[in-house]
């Protein structure tokens, strides 16, 4: 599937997750400047259907955009439809999952526990999230993939340019990561030109030796 391995290449997904997404491309150009293509933008927000939709056709191919916090297959056949590149969903959600293998679309469904990343993964999703991440902490990415080495996880909560590099060291194929790139106030003050800055900042820590 291109988009996995688009999503393992650059291994950040940007979180996107506003009020509204009147912004929406603005935000996905300072993201894609920054060196992250692979954007989230989440239901939680006011059209961020809408918000793939804009993104998609005004950046191209240069730029994966997805949803999240997609809980009902409803959603996930809408977002799909719109041109959803992947749907992310915060817990096991096996409705979800089957509505993008139907559609063979990247879906990355949340857990916390061993059963629960297990029971992502036997669903049909490519990609499992742990969240909350720091909850647990990079040891236990390690000791899940101890008898669990054939997940790919996807830490998300609390990842930050500080932090990412450890997850990925501890087996983690990729990082979301929210708060720490993109909020409500930057995006509010215009603040594009910060959002590219903390976005090289992650991409450069991945990148060091």
Do not use: W
């Not at 996930?76 to 041109?83: K, L, Q």
Request: aromatic share 4%.
């Amino acid at each position: 599937m291109p988009i996995l391995d688009e999503v393992l290449k650059h291994k950040i997904v940007a979180v996107i997750r506003l009020h509204d997404y009147k912004f929406a491309v603005e935000t996905a150009r300072a993201l894609v400047a920054g060196g992250i293509p692979v954007l989230e933008f989440t239901l939680t927000g006011q059209g961020a259907i809408d918000a793939v939709v804009a993104t998609r056709k005004a950046l191209g191919d240069t730029v994966i955009a997805g949803v999240g916090t997609v809980l009902k297959a409803e959603e996930a056949e809408a977002a799909i439809a719109a041109g959803a590149q992947f749907v992310v969903t915060p817990a096991v959600r096996p409705a979800v999952i089957a509505a993008c293998v139907n559609h063979n679309t990247l879906s990355i469904a949340g857990g916390l526990t061993p059963t629960e990343l297990l029971a992502a993964h036997e669903a049909g999703s490519q990609l499992v999230k742990v969240f909350p991440a720091t909850v647990v902490g990079t040891r236990y990415i390690k000791d899940v993939l101890a008898p669990l080495p054939f997940l790919k996880l996807v830490p998300t909560g609390g990842i930050s340019a500080d932090n990412a590099r450890d997850f990925l060291a501890a087996g983690a194929v990729a990082v979301g990561i929210g708060g720490n790139l993109v909020s409500n106030r930057l995006v509010a003050e215009g603040a594009f030109a910060q959002i590219t800055q903390a976005a090289r900042a992650v991409v450069a820590a991945l990148a060091a030796n």
